[in-house]
């Protein structure tokens, strides 16, 4: 009985693997806090980035909720837009937060940002609130993908 080798042909996998670390280091430079953080062995991502075992597709999904373009990994074309490392910490710590943590973030940063910055309104924020608090929904993560007809919609977007 032959045994499946589970190591891919270096060749076929090398341009993902390096476009693999290129992303991990954009988000998290050290390997290990990053290992830690999605829940995987350092031998395991070493293997992915040295192209000696190929992404399968769960690998990729849970890369890709802690921040990892990989629609970049796989075709070296960028998707969207690119966060730096600051912006995907904040992002991942925001996602993990509840409903009215969320709008709390989203009411100070309001405070903070430059005038006409946000393309969002105080009172649209408020009504994400009285929406998280009598469950109808809301931003957090409970609720993502979730939109009533009550609730507005609303989306921040940085002047360029």
Known sequence: MKMENRQSDSS????YA?????ERVRVEPHQGK???RIGISRNRQSFFENGE???????????ARHGLDVSYILTGQRGGDR???RESMLLSMFRALDD??????????????PEGAVHFTPAAVVEQIVAA???????????AGTVHESQPEFKAERDV
């Open 83 to 85: 966060l730096d490392q």
């Open 133 to 143: 608090v009598q469950g109808v929904g809301g931003v957090g993560p409970a609720a």
């Open 12 to 15: 076929k996998t090398e341009p």
């Open 34 to 36: 990053f290992c830690a």
């Open 18 to 22: 390096s476009r693999l670390r290129e």
């Open 53 to 63: 075992r190929e992404m399968r597709s769960e690998y990729l999904e849970l890369i």
């Open 100 to 113: 009215i943590s969320q709008c709390t973030i989203l009411l100070s940063g309001m405070r903070m940002a």
